[in-house]
């Protein structure tokens, strides 16, 4: 396919465009390629780089997740499992069918050790007894899918409501009933970073449990998550992503016309930010929710119908960041696995909110323990919400400053060596991503995601249409995920598939080309 004024390809068969080279993206492209229904296939992704939120870095003398960091669910019913597994990217004990059995219910593994912000241990008894309770009322708000109506409009809400009956029952000392509500308050904050939320207040109650966990203990890619998404890129037809070409505004429900093409007429063109036109018969978006919040007025005309406008205001989409500190030695147990950070004199039941540049550190949840890299020794940190976004507009220099004394004052050492370096990701600043993922806010529902995903023209039927969406947003059920955005794709793939090659197989996964070889060393991380 070429932009207005270049030599065109010969014509026939269905030009489509993909908008977006994220997994969700690849997905499609993937699944439509070598169809002889589509001849004319091409990716415009915005960035130099394919992938989206999967995002491996080379730093500390390995691979870090910028990006996506887990398979969450690695089982037989996860398609980037599954793909994973094909390309040759996980290993044995990710493989094992032990790991794929594991049920977690969704729910983040204890703590290997927690620090007060006072300098002491918490007791690691006290931290499971509230993570039971935490998780149990978690598991709770799943009963409200079906209900006709719910007790209070949000999941945080909810939570602190039962909580608040839970502390009327404790019967220790004062400060033991208080550490157990600072404890508790970590656990609002992690399950802020598993939302992509500011505050659990924001997060409807009803459709909370729509959300669905698969079985298996999440893993990682030894080698870089990217290594997955580079291999889908090495599938596709040389040229098919071009990178560095941000789309500027989709026109659509025109005739727009192509010299290359002369007497043929086309109902949609993508116009991008160099002035580059691509005349489509399909376009498939598949770009992040933020982008398209921000980019609502412009990104579409005519503009979008009011119904999916209001969705894509609605739905929820907010924030979750990594800080990576690199040491010269660990201060933590070699079995260390997950450092919990615990802020004394804290409390869900307090809506507490210090200025910014006084407490953003306060939001940390604490830190992964990265597998050790030769002699380097690194913690991932989260942090979610608004204080995630205050913290990318501080220098490295500043980050890395106040976590140096964060660490001394939780680890009660003020002489605990300060970090080598840092790094960290910057999703809400990114301009093409605005945020990390999705999640359904008070005020929307699920109905919402659905609506979000439906193509336009909303009327058309079969060739008519015209612009298919794609991205995690964009599936009820797998929302926030990278195996809900791989779907996503493959389902948007298969609704043209349906129209231009129905004697296809398009039930979901019979149609994708398994890989029959290993994708080499090479393609793993740039």
């Known amino acids: 396919m070429e932009a207005t004024g270049s030599v065109g390809e010969a014509p026939g068969g269905r030009r489509v465009l993909v908008v977006g080279g994220g997994i969700a993206g690849l997905g499609a492209a993937q699944r439509l390629c070598g169809h002889s229904a589509f001849p ?3 990716v415009l992704e915005a960035t130099a780089r394919a992938g989206g939120r999967i995002r491996s870095e080379r730093s500390f003398g390995g691979v870090v997740e910028v ?14 499992f599954q793909l994973a597994a094909d390309y040759g990217l996980l290993g044995e004990k990710e493989l094992s069918e032990e790991n794929q059995l594991v049920e977690t219910g969704g729910h983040v593994g204890l703590p290997s050790v927690s620090y007060a912000s006072s300098g002491a241990r918490v007791s690691l008894q006290l931290v499971a007894e509230m993570a039971t309770l935490f998780y149990s009322l978690i598991d709770q708000t799943r009963e409200f899918l079906h209900a006709a109506e719910t007790p209070v409009p949000s999941v945080g809400e909810y939570l602190k409501k039962e909580i608040g009956q839970h502390v009327t029952g404790w019967t220790e000392d004062e400060e033991t009933r208080k550490l157990k ?4 308050n970590s656990f609002f904050n992690l399950e802020c970073c598993v939302s992509g939320t500011h505050s659990m207040d924001l997060v409807a109650l009803a459709p909370f449990g729509e959300y669905t966990v698969l079985p298996g203990l999440d893993c990682t890619f030894s080698k870089g998550y990217q290594g997955l998404t580079n291999c889908m890129v090495a599938s596709l037809p040389e040229d098919t992503v071009v990178f560095e070409k ?7 429900n025109g005739s727009f016309q192509e010299a290359a093409f002369p ?24 770009v992040p929710l933020g982008f398209l919040k921000e980019h609502l007025d412009t990104f579409f005309d005519p503009p979008l119908p009011a119904e999916k406008a209001e969705a894509i205001r609605k739905i929820g989409f907010g924030t979750n960041n990594k800080i990576f ?10 079995d260390c696995q997950l450092i919990q950070l615990v802020w004394d004199d804290t409390s869900p039941l307090e809506d507490a909110a210090p200025a910014l540049q006084d407490a953003w550190f306060r939001k940390l949840i604490g830190f992964v323990v990265l597998p050790a890299f030769a002699s380097v020794h690194v913690l991932c940190g989260f942090i979610a919400g608004l204080e995630s976004e205050f913290m990318e507009t501080l220098s490295d220099e500043e980050v890395l400053l106040c976590l140096t004394q964060v660490l001394r004052r939780v680890t009660g ?12 990701s910057r999703w809400h600043s990114a301009p093409y991503t605005r945020g990390s993922y999705s999640y359904v806010a008070v005020g929307s529902t699920g109905g919402d995601l659905d609506l979000l995903a439906q193509p336009l023209p909303a009327d058309g039927a079969g060739a008519q249409l015209q612009i298919l969406f794609a991205g995690e947003a964009t599936h009820r059920t797998f929302y926030s995920t990278t195996h809900g955005a791989l779907l996503s794709g493959w389902r948007e793939a298969d609704r043209l598939l349906s129209l231009w090659a129905p004697q296809a197989q398009v039930t979901q996964g019979l149609l994708f080309p398994i890989p029959t070889t290993t994708c080499g060393p090479a393609l793993w991380v740039p």
């Open 40 to 42: 004319h296939l091409r």
């Open 67 to 80: 990006g996506a960091h887990w398979i969450h669910g690695p089982s037989r019913g996860n398609p980037v």
């Open 181 to 184: 509500l600072a404890v508790l």
């Open 246 to 252: 941000p789309v500027k505004t989709i026109h659509w």
């Open 263 to 286: 007497g043929e007429t086309f109902p949609v063109s993508v116009e991008c930010e160099d002035g580059d036109r691509f005349p489509v018969h399909h376009v498939i978006v598949t």
């Open 325 to 334: 500190l690199e040491f010269e030695e660990p201060f933590w147990e070699p």
């Open 413 to 424: 050492n003020p002489r605990l060596p300060a970090p080598k370096s840092v790094l960290r």
